[in-house]
């Protein structure tokens, strides 16, 4: 029980080019911290990393939660380094304020910084209802731009093991804006 492993697998269209990102991810608990490591890469990337590696630690109090997290992933253009915080607090009533840091040193060698602002509320016992606000740099399309993104998405628990989520992204980019709709079905 205090092991994890994970794949994860995307597919990616944008415009004329498509990506397809395998990734390996494992976690373990040791007392109130969850670490975890995910190494992954697309062949022929266009947009997506050709390798990544990810590590970070969790740690979650009573009504509160600490993150940390260190990135390195090679691009066609360069490699792009990410170190990132997040926190949430409950505040009561179902509510679960949410907060995020990033720094990114990006393919060219520049210093860029972002952050993140969300909540959650758990709206019925197995209902909860979410929604996120981002400034931050992201790497994509082979460099590292500025994103401001909305997030808005729902998850049910279908039984104490099974939820499934649906959610909506709105990205607002330079050179153009992005919507995705993603649904998704997890065991814990």
Do not use: C
């Amino acid at each position: 029980d205090a092991t994890g492993i994970g794949l994860a697998i995307g597919h990616a269209r944008r415009f004329d080019r498509e990506d397809l990102y395998v990734e390996l991810q494992a976690s373990h608990q040791t007392g109130a911290v969850i670490w975890s490591l995910a190494v992954g890469g697309a062949t022929k990337a266009d947009f997506r990393p050709e390798q990544s590696v990810r590590a970070g630690a969790e740690h979650y109090g009573k009504g509160w939660y600490v993150a940390g997290e260190a990135a390195h992933a090679e691009y066609t253009a360069g490699p792009v380094e990410t170190l990132g915080i997040r926190g949430a607090r409950d505040v009561g009533a179902g509510v679960r304020l949410q907060a995020s840091a990033v720094a990114v040193r990006d393919e060219n060698g520049e210093d860029r910084f972002g952050y993140g602002l969300g909540a959650v509320w758990q709206t019925a016992p197995r209902l909860a209802l979410e929604g996120n606000w981002s400034d931050a740099p992201e790497s994509s399309d082979g460099m590292t731009v500025d994103v401001r993104s909305l997030v808005v998405g729902a998850t049910l628990e279908l039984s104490p093991e099974l939820r499934f989520r649906a959610g909506v992204t709105h990205e607002m980019r330079q050179a153009y804006d992005r919507t995705e709709v993603s649904i998704g079905l997890a065991r814990t």
